[in-house]
């Protein structure tokens, strides 16, 4: 279980001036559940994300993770405790096989081909296909992304953040994508965070939280929250609320 107590984040600009990024954020994440963050850009939503995976350090509060208190432990530490962050723009490794990210996720240097094909099947990649490439500028956004996910599941990863997983990547790999996160969440034991504006991704949830201005603004079931979203949507645009979205 993940709970966040009175999270705080703050900022300098260059006059010196303090600026709050999170105000004051505290929520639970029981095990085995999909959660997704969502609102508009700039709320806090990856910085809340990357506090989770230590890349942030809190202003102030505290990060428990199954009853330890991981404020202070850096994201070697907080890997080894089965904490696993998917980026927005996963990085590319020139010379590093897809096979050798595998391995080198799974901490396993015998791993099998067998058992990356289990990894890669269950991100829609063929293993035969996939092993021997190079995690580089040859793979599309989709291939990266996903191959990225297949190192978290040979981390075997209690925890799985991923920061908007659907930036950059074509439709076909977007379907491809959910799926897996479906996938994953039905056959896995695993927690998992997503960030996404996605109604698609949005829809998977056990639970939605809307992350606008630094603080929860709403949280609930994906039934409740997205009708709340699209009101919010439809509020902000004088386009849309004189029925252009139907023209």
Same mark, same amino acid.
């Given at each position: 279980?993940?709970? *966040?107590?009175?999270?705080?984040?703050?900022?300098?600009?260059?006059?010196?001036?303090?600026?709050?990024?999170?105000?004051?954020?505290? !929520?639970?994440?029981?095990?085995? %559940?999909?959660?997704? &963050?969502?609102?508009?850009?700039?709320?806090? /939503?990856?910085?809340?994300? /990357?506090?989770?995976?230590?890349?942030?350090?809190?202003?102030?509060?505290?990060?428990?993770?199954? #009853? =330890?208190? +991981?404020?202070?432990?850096?994201?070697?530490?907080?890997?080894?405790?089965?904490?696993?962050?998917?980026?927005?723009?996963?990085?590319? &490794? /020139? #010379?590093?096989?897809?096979?050798?990210?595998?391995? *080198?996720?799974?901490?396993?240097?015998? !791993?099998? /081909?067998?058992?990356?094909?289990?990894? *890669?099947?269950?991100?829609? !990649?063929?293993?035969?296909?996939?092993?021997?490439?190079?995690?580089?500028?040859? !793979?599309?956004?989709?291939?990266? %992304?996903?191959?990225?996910?297949?190192?978290?599941?040979?981390? @075997?990863? =209690?925890?799985?953040?991923?920061?908007?997983?659907?930036? #950059?990547?074509?439709?076909?790999? &977007?379907?491809?994508?959910?799926?897996? &996160?479906?996938?994953?969440?039905?056959? @896995?034991?695993?927690?998992?965070?997503? +960030? @996404?504006? =996605?109604?698609?991704?949005?829809?998977?949830?056990?639970?939605?939280?809307?992350?606008?201005?630094?603080? +929860?603004?709403?949280?609930? @079931?994906?039934?409740?929250?997205?009708? %709340?979203?699209?009101?919010?949507?439809?509020?902000?645009?004088?386009?849309?609320?004189?029925?252009? +979205?139907?023209?």
């Amino acid at each position: 279980m993940l709970e *966040l107590k009175n999270i705080c984040y703050s900022v300098h600009n260059e006059n010196g001036d303090e600026l709050r990024i999170l105000n004051d954020i505290s !929520l639970t994440i029981p095990d085995n %559940k999909l959660v997704v &963050f969502t609102g508009p850009n700039g709320g806090g /939503k990856t910085t809340l994300a /990357k506090i989770i995976m230590g890349l942030a350090v809190p202003t102030s509060g505290q990060i428990i993770w199954n #009853g =330890q208190d +991981i404020t202070a432990l850096g994201i070697t530490e907080r890997a080894r405790l089965g904490i696993s962050y998917g980026f927005q723009q996963p990085p590319r &490794f /020139k #010379g590093i096989t897809v096979r050798d990210l595998l391995t *080198l996720a799974s901490g396993n240097k015998t !791993l099998s /081909k067998d058992r990356c094909c289990q990894y *890669l099947t269950k991100v829609g !990649l063929c293993a035969n296909d996939y092993l021997d490439r190079e995690v580089d500028v040859s !793979l599309s956004g989709g291939e990266v %992304k996903r191959i990225e996910i297949a190192s978290i599941l040979a981390r @075997s990863a =209690q925890l799985m953040v991923f920061d908007e997983p659907e930036a #950059g990547i074509d439709l076909w790999s &977007f379907a491809r994508l959910t799926e897996t &996160f479906e996938q994953i969440h039905r056959s @896995s034991s695993s927690t998992m965070i997503i +960030i @996404s504006h =996605q109604e698609r991704i949005i829809s998977l949830a056990d639970e939605v939280i809307v992350i606008g201005g630094g603080t +929860i603004t709403h949280s609930g @079931s994906a039934d409740d929250i997205l009708p %709340k979203i699209l009101t919010d949507t439809l509020g902000s645009c004088p386009v849309l609320t004189r029925g252009g +979205i139907n023209a």
